[in-house]
Nanobody, 121 residues
Framework: QVELVESGGGLVQTGGSLNLSCAAS????????MGWFRQAPGKDREFVAG????????RYSDSVKGRFTISRDNAKNWVYLQMNSLKPEDTAVYYC??????????????WGQGTLVTVSS
């Protein structure tokens, strides 16, 4: 079955950077679009970024565009989210998941445990 394991979160000051990782198994990884989502305290989970199966195409939410970069390593079945210029409003639990298309904010599999990112002001 599909397993998604996120890591790399932590506490960082405003303006700082973090690089999140997601290890995926049980997928036809190089074919599947993948994405990152986040859920802030008291809010619904939201789409952050998506990447096509071969990694040539990406899409970002307006709130992170220009600050976050999604990438993938199909040889290792990993997806990454490089987060720069972090803001307190980026504080959330971050999750990765498989997407039907890299532009579609729809998660196809069960959620992993996520990784917590806390940005202090």
């Amino acid at each position: 079955q599909v397993e998604l394991v996120e890591s790399g979160g932590g506490l960082v000051q405003t303006g700082g950077s973090l690089n999140l990782s997601c290890a995926a198994s049980g997928l036809t990884f190089s074919v599947d679009a993948m994405g990152w989502f986040r859920q802030a305290p008291g809010k619904d989970r939201e789409f952050v970024a998506g990447i096509s199966g071969r990694g040539f195409s990406t899409r970002y939410s307006d709130s992170v565009k220009g600050r976050f970069t999604i990438s993938r390593d199909n040889a290792k079945n990993w997806v990454y989210l490089q987060m720069n210029s972090l803001k307190p409003e980026d504080t959330a639990v971050y999750y990765c998941n498989r997407l039907p298309y890299f532009t579609s904010p729809q998660a196809l599999n069960a959620w992993g445990q996520g990784t917590l990112v806390t940005v202090s002001s």
